[in-house]
C-alpha cells in the first residue's frame, strides 16, 4: 500500500505542505509549467531550491501580478501588523506595515467559481472547494455567522487559492492509498490582530484542528495556519507518529523564515506501508422510537458528513420491544462531527464507540467503451485477488434503453 507521510514538526501552512509535495514528485517542472497553464489569472509558481539549517528542499513562490503578495492574517476581516499570523508566515520578516485595501473579499461561492473555472480534475475542485468548507466552518463558528455570510479576505486571496489547488492536485498526482500526518505543532504564545491580543493556535485553526492531536513545541509564534491546518485535516487517515514504511522518496518544504530552534520545514515521506490497517471509530446506538423514514434520513446525513460506512440491524431491546442498532463507521478525525450528527438526527441519549482497524482492497475505475454506452467498472486488487464490478447506475441505464433484465444487461457488457 502506498502511503504519504506529513512530518510537522514546525507547523503547517498550504504553500510548505505543496513545497514538500513537489519535492517528491517524479516530474516537479512538468508540475509547475501544468500549475502555471491552468487558467487562475495573475498568478505564477516558481520552484526554487532553497535550504533551513543546513537541510535543502524545496520552496514554491506565488506570485500574483509578478509580486508575492505580502503576508496577512488568516482571520476572516482582520489585519494584524505581525507575520505570526500570515498565511505564507515563513516567507516574511516580523516588520511589516501593510494595507489590504486593495484585496478583495471573497465568499465561498466565490472561491468555488474561480476554482470551477480552472483547468483541473474534477477531483481538485471538489477537494479544494470542501478545504475551504472546512474553513468556512470554523469561520462561521468564530464569528457568530452562517457559513454563506462568511467573506474571506486573506485566506481568499489569489495566493491561497494557489496553495490549495496545488496540494490537492499533487496528492492526485502523487496517488497514495493512504495518508497519515504526525502530530501537529502550533507553536505558542500570542499574535497581535486587529481584534486584539489572540491566542496561539488562533481561534479559526484551533476549532479547524478539533479532534487532532496538536502540541506547543519550543517556537513562539504561530507555525500553523487555517489553511494547513484545514488541508492536513481533510486528508489525513490518521494523526500519529510514523508507522512503519518501506521510503521510496522524501521531500522537505522549507519556508524561508529561519528559526534559532530547528529548520523550518514540513517533510514528506512516501513509501509502501508495512500494513494495510487503517485505524477508524465504530460510534453504536440502540433505536426503539424511531420510524425507518427518519432513521434513513439519519443515515443519509452521516453518510454527506464523510462516514466511511452506516449500517442498521434489527435487535432485541428491553420490554420485548423490537429495536434497531445503529453503526457509523468514520474516521478518528471525523469522530466528534458524527456524533454531533447522531444525536441530532437520531432519538438516542447515548452511543457507544469502539476502535478498531480497517482493511480494505486499492480500488481505482476505468471506462470501457460499449455499443451501448460507457460503462464505468470498478476494480478492486490487494491480498491476492482482483475483483471487478460494473456500476450499477450504469447498468440500469442499459437495461431501462433496450428494456431487459439487469442480469441480461450485465451478460451484454
Same mark, same amino acid.
Given at each position: 500500500?502506498?502511503?504519504?507521510?506529513?512530518?510537522? !514538526?514546525?507547523?503547517?501552512?498550504?504553500?510548505?505542505?505543496?513545497?514538500?509535495?513537489?519535492?517528491?514528485?517524479?516530474? !516537479?517542472?512538468?508540475?509547475?509549467?501544468?500549475?502555471?497553464?491552468?487558467?487562475?489569472?495573475?498568478?505564477?509558481?516558481?520552484?526554487?531550491?532553497?535550504?533551513?539549517?543546513?537541510?535543502?528542499?524545496?520552496?514554491?513562490?506565488?506570485?500574483?501580478?509578478?509580486?508575492?503578495?505580502?503576508?496577512?492574517?488568516?482571520?476572516?476581516?482582520?489585519?494584524?501588523?505581525?507575520?505570526?499570523?500570515?498565511?505564507?508566515?515563513?516567507?516574511?520578516?516580523?516588520?511589516?506595515?501593510?494595507?489590504?485595501?486593495?484585496?478583495?473579499?471573497?465568499?465561498?461561492?466565490?472561491?468555488?467559481?474561480?476554482?470551477?473555472?480552472?483547468?483541473?480534475?474534477?477531483?481538485?475542485?471538489?477537494?479544494?472547494?470542501?478545504?475551504?468548507?472546512?474553513?468556512?466552518?470554523?469561520?462561521?463558528?468564530?464569528?457568530?455567522?452562517?457559513?454563506?455570510?462568511?467573506?474571506?479576505?486573506?485566506?481568499?486571496?489569489?495566493?491561497?487559492?494557489?496553495?490549495?489547488?496545488?496540494?490537492?492536485?499533487?496528492?492526485?498526482?502523487?496517488?497514495?492509498?493512504?495518508?497519515?500526518?504526525?502530530?501537529?505543532?502550533? +507553536?505558542?504564545?500570542?499574535?497581535?490582530?486587529?481584534?486584539?491580543?489572540?491566542?496561539?493556535?488562533?481561534?479559526?485553526?484551533?476549532?479547524?484542528?478539533?479532534?487532532?492531536?496538536?502540541?506547543?513545541?519550543?517556537?513562539?509564534?504561530?507555525?500553523?495556519?487555517?489553511?494547513?491546518?484545514?488541508?492536513?485535516?481533510?486528508?489525513?487517515?490518521?494523526?500519529?507518529?510514523?508507522?512503519?514504511?518501506?521510503?521510496?522518496?522524501?521531500?522537505? +518544504?522549507?519556508?524561508?523564515?529561519?528559526?534559532?530552534?530547528?529548520?523550518?520545514?514540513?517533510?514528506?515521506?512516501?513509501?509502501?506501508?508495512?500494513?494495510?490497517?487503517?485505524?477508524?471509530?465504530?460510534?453504536?446506538?440502540?433505536?426503539?422510537?424511531?420510524?425507518?423514514?427518519?432513521?434513513?434520513?439519519?443515515?443519509?446525513?452521516?453518510?454527506?458528513?464523510?462516514?466511511?460506512?452506516?449500517?442498521?440491524?434489527?435487535?432485541?431491546?428491553?420490554?420485548?420491544? !423490537?429495536?434497531?442498532?445503529?453503526?457509523?463507521?468514520?474516521?478518528?478525525?471525523?469522530?466528534?462531527?458524527?456524533?454531533?450528527?447522531?444525536?441530532?438526527?437520531?432519538?438516542?441519549? +447515548?452511543?457507544?464507540?469502539?476502535?478498531?482497524?480497517?482493511?480494505?482492497?486499492?480500488?481505482?475505475?476505468?471506462?470501457?467503451?460499449?455499443?451501448?454506452?460507457?460503462?464505468?467498472?470498478?476494480?478492486?486488487?490487494?491480498?491476492?485477488?482482483?475483483?471487478?464490478? !460494473?456500476?450499477?447506475?450504469?447498468?440500469?441505464?442499459?437495461?431501462?434503453?433496450?428494456?431487459?433484465?439487469?442480469?441480461?444487461?450485465?451478460?451484454?457488457?
Amino acid at each position: 500500500m502506498k502511503l504519504l507521510y506529513f512530518d510537522c !514538526p514546525m507547523g503547517a501552512a498550504g504553500d510548505m505542505l505543496m513545497s514538500a509535495l513537489l519535492d517528491i514528485h517524479p516530474n !516537479p517542472q512538468k508540475f509547475i509549467d501544468k500549475m502555471n497553464s491552468m487558467g487562475l489569472e495573475g498568478v505564477s509558481f516558481i520552484r526554487e531550491k532553497a535550504k533551513s539549517s543546513g537541510i535543502a528542499g524545496t520552496h514554491v513562490k506565488v506570485t500574483v501580478n509578478g509580486t508575492v503578495e505580502d503576508c496577512a492574517p488568516p482571520h476572516h476581516h482582520s489585519h494584524a501588523t505581525s507575520s505570526a499570523l500570515g498565511e505564507h508566515h515563513h516567507e516574511h520578516t516580523h516588520h511589516h506595515e501593510h494595507n489590504h485595501s486593495h484585496h478583495e473579499h471573497r465568499s465561498l461561492d466565490d472561491i468555488d467559481k474561480i476554482i470551477n473555472k480552472l483547468d483541473i480534475s474534477d477531483k481538485v475542485k471538489n477537494d479544494a472547494s470542501s478545504v475551504y468548507r472546512i474553513i468556512a466552518e470554523a469561520e462561521s463558528a468564530m464569528h457568530g455567522e452562517t457559513v454563506v455570510d462568511i467573506h474571506f479576505h486573506e485566506v481568499g486571496r489569489l495566493d491561497a487559492i494557489a496553495d490549495i489547488v496545488g496540494v490537492c492536485s499533487l496528492i492526485e498526482e502523487l496517488d497514495p492509498n493512504k495518508i497519515i500526518s504526525s502530530p501537529i505543532c502550533v +507553536g505558542f504564545g500570542t499574535v497581535h490582530a486587529a481584534h486584539g491580543i489572540l491566542p496561539v493556535p488562533a481561534p479559526a485553526t484551533a476549532l479547524i484542528l478539533k479532534d487532532v492531536p496538536i502540541y506547543s513545541g519550543t517556537v513562539q509564534g504561530e507555525l500553523c495556519t487555517p489553511t494547513g491546518a484545514a488541508l492536513l485535516k481533510y486528508f489525513a487517515d490518521d494523526f500519529e507518529q510514523m508507522p512503519q514504511i518501506v521510503i521510496q522518496n522524501t521531500g522537505y +518544504g522549507i519556508g524561508t523564515k529561519q528559526f534559532a530552534e530547528a529548520p523550518n520545514c514540513v517533510r514528506a515521506v512516501i513509501g509502501e506501508s508495512g500494513t494495510d490497517a487503517q485505524n477508524i471509530s465504530e460510534l453504536c446506538c440502540n433505536l426503539d422510537d424511531m420510524t425507518p423514514e427518519d432513521i434513513g434520513y439519519a443515515s443519509q446525513k452521516l453518510f454527506e458528513a464523510g462516514a466511511l460506512d452506516v449500517f442498521t440491524v434489527p435487535i432485541g431491546m428491553k420490554k420485548n420491544r !423490537p429495536g434497531i442498532l445503529l453503526s457509523c463507521l468514520c474516521k478518528l478525525s471525523d469522530r466528534s462531527k458524527m456524533l454531533e450528527l447522531i444525536f441530532k438526527h437520531t432519538s438516542t441519549i +447515548g452511543i457507544r464507540e469502539y476502535k478498531c482497524e480497517r482493511y480494505t482492497l486499492d480500488r481505482r475505475e476505468e471506462i470501457i467503451k460499449t455499443e451501448h454506452g460507457d460503462i464505468t467498472q470498478k476494480i478492486s486488487t490487494g491480498y491476492g485477488v482482483s475483483k471487478t464490478k !460494473p456500476e450499477y447506475d450504469d447498468i440500469v441505464k442499459i437495461a431501462n434503453k433496450l428494456n431487459i433484465s439487469l442480469s441480461e444487461a450485465r451478460k451484454l457488457i
